[in-house]
């Protein structure tokens, strides 16, 4: 079985330490192994007993090291996650030992040769139907709620005629596309219809497909929804479920080779609020985006037409949100360009005290910024002007050489 290696982003000895404690690894290990963890760190999920100590060894002979489970030494646990720790240098020496070794270490050794040459490269392009974004600086995508409940803007834009002059707005604030919905998808809202959302979507994307410069997105999960917007010049899906709600959803991108944007959710938005705590939070999240990749690739979607979202406020509470920002850099392993919408969302106004939606701008600000100085490529966000500002002078800050 795959063993989805994954870096770990660790900027601090605490940070270190906790996730060797994740792990199971016993306190004197933990003492003497989390200050070599300030090199690179490669997380391996559910290893044999016999493979972690192969691993161990070849990595402790190469000067590096490798933390594992209480119990691996004797064989006396059944699986066990590691951590290799070393440098880059000394990970691909590992590669090359492991092909000689048995107990499908060789399949194991292409996953990290793959991730290795990962980190390396950084995503440079983005492909929808009708043009190529470079990444060489932050894509700002505009929200439009067409929708009487959505969190933040509901109702507002009720009005066809409201959006389209707000459309036009974001473009010109430097929204680079605009993602337009027409059911919310808030934590608690029910399902609306295929033709209650196209009623709400159509006479904009209509209007709006031979006006604006800047790109159409459509946030929906329903296939046919997609379909009809696709078909009417919009160039973006974006899947709150990454395809796993709607089994048709895929197939139609791929046919319209639209670009895409696959999300991570836990559950729906009626329920996903119900279930927020994890016992590996990034592993899950990371695991459930290659899971849409597969269904993505599997319809003849491009790579380079694809984005992933790791969906803050998704199934995820407040304290999940903020470690997903920070350890943001861990789904580069994934060698998809990121996108992260944490615009006003429930999160902020927890962390400041923010009750209202619009008086979470700053606080939405400082996650833009730290998302962009993370990896994130394309941000998600109410107020395009701001955010424009924002992730273009962290990006200034914390990209450019």
């Known amino acids: 079985m795959p063993h989805f290696p994954r870096l770990l982003e660790l ?98 050794a292409g996953e990290l040769d793959n991730l290795l040459t990962q980190i390396h490269v950084t995503p440079s392009v983005w492909k929808t139907s009708q ?89 929906t999960w329903k296939s046919d929804v997609a379909y009809s917007a696709l078909s009417a010049g919009v160039e973006i899906v974006n899947d709150i479920s990454g395809f796993t709600f709607d089994p048709r959803m895929a197939a139609v991108a791929g046919t319209h080779k639209a670009g895409v944007v696959l999300m991570h959710t836990r559950g729906r938005p009626d329920s996903m609020q119900s279930a927020t705590i994890y016992d590996d939070l990034l592993l899950e999240v990371t695991t459930g985006l290659r899971t849409s990749l597969t269904l993505a690739q599997e319809a003849g979607i491009p790579r380079d037409c694809i984005v992933v979202d790791p969906g803050i406020g998704f199934g995820k509470n407040a304290e999940g949100n903020l470690e997903l920002i920070r350890r943001l850099a861990e789904l580069t392993c994934l060698g998809i360009p990121i996108l992260v919408g944490p615009s006003r969302k429930s999160f902020i106004g927890k962390i400041l005290g923010r009750e209202r939606t619009d008086e979470r701008l700053f606080g939405t600000a400082a996650t833009v910024a730290l998302s962009v100085a993370h990896g994130a490529s394309i941000l998600r966000v109410h107020d395009v002007k701001a955010m424009r500002d924002a992730a273009d002078m962290a990006y200034a800050i914390a990209k450019q050489h």
């Open 131 to 219: 043009r190529s974004f470079s990444l060489q600086r932050p894509l700002i995508m505009g929200i439009l709620n067409i929708t009487p409940d959505s969190f933040s803007d509901g109702g507002r834009y009720a009005n066809h005629e409201q959006a389209i002059q707000t459309a036009l707005q974001m473009e010109s604030d430097g929204a680079d596309i605009i993602d337009i919905g027409g059911e919310s998808t808030r934590p608690g809202s029910p399902s609306v219809s295929s033709d209650e959302e196209l009623s709400r979507i159509m006479p904009v994307i209509e209007n709006l497909t031979g006006t604006l410069k800047c790109a159409l997105s459509v946030d």
């Open 11 to 108: 900027p601090t000895l605490k940070h270190a330490a906790r996730e060797l404690h994740r792990i199971g690894v016993d306190s004197c290990g933990i003492t003497e192994m989390a200050p070599k963890m300030r090199t690179l760190c490669v997380h391996l999920n559910r290893l044999e007993c016999r493979q972690a100590n192969i691993l161990k060894q070849e990595m402790l002979s190469l000067g590096g090291d490798a933390a594992v489970a209480r119990g691996t030494v004797s064989c006396s646990i059944n699986h066990t996650d590691c951590v290799l720790i070393g440098t880059v240098k000394q990970l691909t020496k590992l590669c090359q030992k492991l092909k000689a070794q048995p107990f499908a270490l060789p399949a194991l």
